[in-house]
């Protein structure tokens, strides 16, 4: 604890003084925070804007590193987590190169099967499919990564992130599943996807974190509560997996 205070500390000074430096040139120089791509996708027949943000120092080392995909991938959520990944950098984290892809389609990317709440679906085997055949073989390509991939998203796009890593296991690692919406449309076929990685023990080794708060949405809440009993109920050693209730009503958590 003492060494993460320190290290805090040390953190805000240099900030305070990259400031005070800033302010006495008086300079104006824009912030490059990372890069925008186009995927021309065969699957989803059509082009595909991802962000992409490259973990300090990666220019001049030769080191590999994790990838961090990052769903409903915004703007705003990407300049997010990637500054988040880069200030972890410093305490908590390895450096990770982060891939946010943002939505053109959201109902039916993030549905497995047809939902009111969710329009235009069900593509999410479709989507899925666009990650694991096209957008990971480019990043592994085209930057210095190693064999960790991560998934994450919240709402919809938690239990997406949570169905990817049960589909393919070999690909997503860990799993980081904000208030996600595992029930309804999709309940049947996470749960059967989750039980048959299960007894073929396709999840040893793999991590899900999930995260909601302890007053969602009812239906979400209860969704994940559903899940968290089934999966409470297998042997950790085949499914590992962290469970985080924040106090509050809001709806998806980091």
Not at 25 to 39: A, H, Y
Not at 51 to 68: D, F, K, Q, T
Not at 188 to 199: F, G, I, Q, V
Not at 219 to 242: P, T
Request: glycine share 8%; proline share 5%.
């Amino acid at each position: 604890m003492v060494k993460k205070i320190i290290i805090s500390f040390c953190i805000l000074s240099i900030l305070i003084l990259a400031t005070g430096l800033a302010e006495e040139k008086e300079t104006k120089q824009p912030v490059l925070f990372g890069e925008s791509i186009t995927i021309q996708s065969k699957i989803l027949n059509e082009d595909r804007i991802v962000y992409i943000a490259l973990p300090s120092g990666y220019e001049e080392s030769n080191n590999h590193y994790p990838v961090l995909y990052r769903l409903d991938g915004s703007v705003d959520s990407f300049l997010a987590m990637a500054g988040l990944v880069k200030y972890l950098e410093w305490t908590l984290t390895p450096p990770m190169i982060v891939v946010a892809i943002p939505n053109t389609n959201r109902g039916r990317d993030m549905s497995v099967g047809p939902h009111d709440q969710l329009p235009g679906g069900p593509g999410g085997e479709n989507f899925l499919k666009f990650i694991v055949d096209e957008l990971v073989p480019y990043i592994n390509k085209n930057f210095r990564t190693t064999s960790l991939n991560l998934i994450t998203g919240g709402s919809a796009a938690g239990k997406f992130s949570t169905w990817a890593m049960i589909k393919h296991p070999e690909i997503f690692k860990i799993a980081i599943s904000g208030s996600p919406a595992y029930g309804g449309y999709s309940w049947e076929s996470m749960k059967h996807d989750t039980e048959d990685a299960y007894k073929n023990n396709k999840l040893s080794g793999n991590l899900l974190f999930i995260s909601f708060f302890d007053r969602d949405f009812t239906i979400s809440s209860n969704d994940a509560l559903r899940y968290i009993d089934l999966i409470g109920q297998m042997d950790k050693e085949k499914i590992d997996y962290i469970v985080r209730v924040q106090k509050g009503d809001k709806h998806v958590t980091p």
